[in-house]
């Protein structure tokens, strides 16, 4: 029978007693753990860079709809000023002082009238502008739009050579104390009727020799405030 020798058999074992080390299995074993570490690492990192796109993204589309929201808003109060203007345009379209009626409204008040006749007439339309009032704090109030007050002044000088020379005065200023016009103030408020001057008898020389007398009458209408 013949006898193998293997002569190799001293160093395998060595080389298997090498192998069975436990510091080389945990060598290794650390080793594996610190590549499956690099590994996630990596795999974190790309989805890190990954969601930072995401979100530069959805930030530029934020910035974007941001601006058209802004754009939409100052289109919007545009808009609300222009109805503003056109809502004030049209309520002085509508409401605003007519003094062509208002002198035929006075022609035909005085038509039947005895020996009154108008001299002259001065007639006087103004604007008092108030700006616009906005609070910097709560305690100032409310803010209040912009408004105009509109004062109308009617000064006519009169003459008056009825058969009792003066008498009429009383009755004119009743007469001009309600306004005659559609557009003026309601009818409820009626007009400030003042007498400014009145003449002593006179006589018309030139003209048919009768007494008469002069005065001026001031009708101030009740003002008006605009928006």
């Not at 530029?60 to 941001?66: T, Y």
């Not at 000023?81 to 002082?97: H, I, K, M, P, V």
């Not at 002044?153 to 306004?179: E, R, Y």
């Not at 557009?183 to 008469?212: H, M």
Request: net charge positive.
């Amino acid at each position: 029978m013949p006898i193998r020798l293997n002569l190799l058999r001293e160093h395998q074992d060595a080389e298997e007693a090498r192998q069975r080390d436990p510091v080389k299995r945990a060598i290794l074993g650390g080793v594996v753990m610190v590549v499956c570490t690099l590994v996630w690492a990596g795999v974190l990192q790309l989805k890190a860079i990954r969601s930072n796109a995401e979100f530069n993204n959805i930030q530029g589309n934020v910035q974007s709809l941001d601006k058209t929201y802004k754009l939409v808003l100052e289109q919007k109060k545009l808009i609300a000023e222009t109805e503003d203007r056109l809502l004030a345009l049209q309520r002085f379209t509508t409401n605003r002082f007519l003094w062509g009626s208002t002198l035929n409204g006075l022609q035909h008040l005085l038509a039947g009238t005895e020996g009154i006749t108008i001299t002259r007439i001065r007639g006087e339309q103004s604007y008092l502008q108030q700006p616009e009032f906005k609070p910097k704090t709560p305690k100032e109030g409310p803010a209040k739009p912009a408004t105009s007050t509109e004062k109308v002044v009617i000064t006519m000088d009169v003459k008056d050579m009825s058969s009792q020379p003066g008498d009429q005065v009383a009755k004119l200023k009743s007469s001009f104390s309600a306004p005659v016009v559609p557009g003026s103030p309601p009818a409820t408020a009626t007009n400030q009727v003042a007498l400014l001057t009145i003449s002593a008898p006179l006589t018309d020389k030139e003209g048919t020799g009768r007494p008469y007398v002069t005065f001026t009458l001031q009708s101030i209408y009740p003002e008006r405030v605009r928006p």
